[in-house]
């Protein structure tokens, strides 16, 4: 186990990208739990080359009950989209939904959104995987939230075969999940860390979306 920790810490880079996650706690989490839960949730984004930076947001506000439907970006013009989308965290924990019949779905992201909340997950659904998996409910809880972070930050709905980011848990990946070895690969970690940094895109559209999310904390 020591050899394997040395190993993960020698793919940190030494320049973090920042990370900035608003927090609409609808589901009102116990303060424990959420202390352990974002405890979590920062030493996996610590490990992926990120330091996550948490701010409670106030339910009450705009940006808490929108959430967009962007369109798929025309062929040529991915990068643009990409770019121009949040490169922050709008994230809501709803109490229970009644939206989504599939009991097992934790979550869901709007990697591409401009405005509004580009991340969400589902309490009662984690609360029920933690149950029936066995598992932590601040360690689901925390996983869960890294996936749909994930998806934001990797600009994309995509899932991986096996992993932290693959559509469906299996016992493998509860099992990493229990023994706090579930990450993003190395690929995941720097691609997120370009989104963040806006690397690849132009200096028009960086200014744009930095006057965006300034906007949008007015």
């Not at 996996?44 to 967009?68: N, R, Y």
């Not at 991915?78 to 934790?106: G, P, Q, W």
Request: glycine share 8%; charged share 20%; proline share 3%.
């Amino acid at each position: 186990m020591r050899h394997l920790m040395i190993a993960v810490l020698m793919l940190i880079p030494a320049q973090a990208a920042e990370l900035r996650i608003t927090v609409y706690d609808q589901a009102h989490l116990p303060r424990p739990i959420s202390e352990e839960a974002f405890g979590l949730l920062r030493q996996m984004l610590k490990q992926a080359g990120i330091e996550a930076q948490f701010v409670a947001g106030d339910p009450s506000a705009a940006e808490a009950a929108l959430i967009t439907s962007p369109a798929t970006p025309r062929r040529g013009s991915e990068r643009e989209t990409a770019c121009r989308a949040r490169r922050d965290i709008a994230l809501e924990i709803v109490a229970a939904t009644s939206s989504f019949r599939k009991d097992t779905l934790l979550g869901m992201a709007v990697p591409l959104a401009t405005e509004g909340l580009n991340a969400r997950v589902f309490d009662d659904h984690i609360r029920d995987a933690a149950q029936r998996e066995n598992r932590s409910y601040a360690a689901v809880l925390a996983h869960a939230v890294a996936h749909e972070i994930g998806h934001v930050l990797l600009r994309t709905s995509e899932h991986s075969g096996r992993g932290l980011m693959s559509s469906t848990w299996t016992d493998l990946e509860y099992g990493w999940l229990a023994h706090g070895l579930m990450f993003f690969t190395g690929g995941q970690a720097k691609t997120m860390r370009a989104s963040l940094t806006g690397e690849g895109c132009t200096t028009a559209t960086t200014a744009e979306v930095v006057n965006q999310r300034e906007a949008g904390r007015r």
